[in-house]
């Protein structure tokens, strides 16, 4: 079959033939759906050194964001009818510590001797006409769309579970939150945002049709700027946002969200450009909060597919057949994107 594959680091992937996979004990073969391209696996080939922080070992093939039909079980694995859709939980841990017992496999506590860190993170993803998952990491899409819902798994699930945790922050009128970053995990989480509080969503980014599709779906939205922050506590009416996601991580919107706080509000920083930031007791506001999450939970995944299904979160997508998939990343690399490219091997 073929298949797109990272195969050394500061290189750019290749499409070659591999072998089509076999289900081992507990696994499902999935016939791949569709496969999103996102930043992270630019970040895998592009930017990690070996050795380095979030360095994943090559050689793998890519393809972090999966949806499929099931083709085939490995031993011991029953209740799937072949031909139905899911949607694949990335993460893999151990299975065994407390973490991954509560579904929460990004926060393994074993991760450091764990083979790899999911699918299509040391582990064969979705970038291919077929690949395995665990039985276990399975979440069913019923009747929608798989190949528009295959980037939910990581663009929906991302945002979602930092929006979860910060729900009591947006608890009760007159609040606000602020999004920072408009790709594929910010569109999405301004949808979020909309759908499951009444808080006011102040949307921030550099490009201005990506502002223009978050204020279609609700947001007020702020351009960049010297007076950035002091626009967007206008908007609060001078108190600051309730809760702040930075989708890009860099040490600029880093700052532009922290500044941008209410007293006791939460800042989460999603992103993973690297940049820091210097705290102070002076300049944070009073139990304001600075945290980062990644990724989330199997059960927040279900929790997602379930929105998706009920039409409150719409990814948009560019589909590429496999052999053009080499071009997507091109595109996704050079910021030419203006949507979640999605990867789809079997032209469905």
């Known amino acids: 079959m ?163 945790h910060s729900l009591p922050n947006l608890a009760g009128g007159g609040r606000y939150a602020l999004v920072i970053g408009l790709g594929g995990l910010g569109q999405i989480g301004v949808q979020i945002l909309k759908a499951l509080t009444g808080a006011t969503v102040i949307a921030t980014d550099m490009k201005p049709e990506a502002m223009e599709k978050a204020q279609a779906a609700g947001a007020i939205t702020v351009g960049g700027g010297d007076d950035q922050v002091e626009r967007i506590r206008e908007i609060t009416g001078g108190k600051g946002v309730d809760a702040a996601f930075d989708f890009v991580g860099a040490a600029s919107t880093v700052k532009v969200a922290a500044q941008s706080m209410a007293r006791m509000g939460r800042c989460t920083i999603v992103g993973i450009a690297g940049g820091a930031y210097e705290w102070s007791f002076f300049t944070n506001p009073y139990e304001a909060t600075l945290t980062n999450t990644y990724w989330g939970t199997i059960e927040d995944l ?31 690399q050079a910021g030419e994107l203006s949507g979640r490219a999605v990867v789809v091997p079997h032209g469905n």
């Open 2 to 164: 073929k298949a797109i594959v990272f195969e050394d680091f500061k290189t750019f992937p290749t499409l070659k033939d591999v072998e089509k996979p076999t289900p081992g004990p507990g696994e499902v073969l999935l016939k791949v759906a569709g496969a999103g391209a996102c930043h992270s696996d630019v970040a895998v080939y592009n930017e990690f050194e070996e050795g380095g922080p979030g360095a994943v070992p090559p050689p793998f093939i890519l393809g972090h964001e999966n949806s499929g039909w099931v083709e085939d079980l490995g031993p011991g694995v029953s209740g799937f009818n072949k031909g139905d859709a899911y949607l694949v939980y990335g993460p893999i841990g151990c299975g065994r510590c407390r973490a991954c017992s509560r579904g929460q496999d990004t926060y393994c506590e074993n991760a450091a001797t764990n083979p790899y860190l999911g699918v299509g993170l040391g582990r064969d993803g979705g970038m291919a006409e077929y690949v395995t998952v665990p039985a276990r990491n399975l979440v069913p899409l019923g009747d929608a769309d798989p190949v528009a819902a295959a980037p939910l798994s990581d663009a929906g699930l991302t945002p979602y579970h930092a929006i979860k």
């Open 302 to 332: 279900h929790e997602v597919v379930d929105m998706y299904r009920a039409g409150q979160i719409k990814p948009e997508i560019e589909r590429y057949s496999l052999d053009d998939g080499l071009e997507a990343y091109r595109k996704l």
